[in-house]
């Protein structure tokens, strides 16, 4: 869940701007892991959510629309899904660049036991998980 501050006297607003709390994981390093507003936000209303997705554990990258204050959870189209085996390390930073385009980073774990070597975690070159992405969006 999402909350906007108030402008001038920094309270929070009561009803949050983005409130997902339905399809997102909440457990230990899983969540909502980060958040982008497009750089034309102010005139098209889009923003992007990277976050943990509750059914399987799998890593989202969503685009959603915000009209009136608040964003609509309806509005959801998602754009990226990668797989995560693990719990921990799913990284999910987001952020636009200066070329305009939509950067999301995972992580994967990497470790030197048979657990990890035997799902092929090592960050194999065609896996998304441990890659760092970009889109134009």
Do not use: W
């Given at each position: 869940?999402?909350?906007?501050?108030?402008d001038?006297?920094?309270t929070?607003?009561?009803a949050?701007?983005?409130?997902?709390?339905?399809?997102?994981?909440?457990?230990?390093?899983?969540?909502?892991?980060?958040?982008?507003?497009?750089?034309?936000?102010?005139?098209?209303?889009?923003?992007?959510?990277?976050?943990?997705?509750?059914?399987?554990?799998?890593?989202?990258?969503?685009?959603?629309?915000?009209?009136?204050?608040?964003?609509?959870?309806?509005?959801?189209?998602?754009?990226?899904?990668?797989?995560?085996?693990?719990?921990?390390?799913?990284?999910?930073?987001?952020?636009?660049?200066?070329?305009?385009?939509?950067?999301?980073?995972?992580?994967?774990?990497?470790?030197?036991?048979?657990?990890?070597?035997?799902?092929?975690?090592?960050?194999?070159?065609?896996?998304?998980?441990?890659?760092?992405?970009?889109?134009?969006?």
């Amino acid at each position: 869940r999402l909350r906007e501050l108030g402008d001038d006297d920094g309270t929070v607003d009561e009803a949050p701007f983005l409130d997902i709390r339905d399809r997102v994981l909440h457990h230990h390093e899983r969540g909502l892991l980060g958040l982008a507003f497009h750089p034309d936000y102010a005139e098209n209303g889009r923003l992007f959510v990277n976050y943990t997705r509750a059914e399987d554990g799998a890593t989202v990258v969503s685009e959603f629309v915000a009209a009136g204050g608040l964003a609509d959870p309806a509005s959801e189209r998602v754009l990226l899904v990668i797989e995560q085996p693990f719990g921990n390390h799913n990284g999910g930073m987001i952020a636009f660049g200066p070329d305009g385009m939509l950067y999301a980073g995972s992580v994967t774990v990497v470790r030197n036991d048979n657990q990890h070597h035997a799902h092929g975690q090592c960050r194999p070159l065609d896996a998304l998980a441990g890659q760092r992405v970009h889109a134009k969006v």
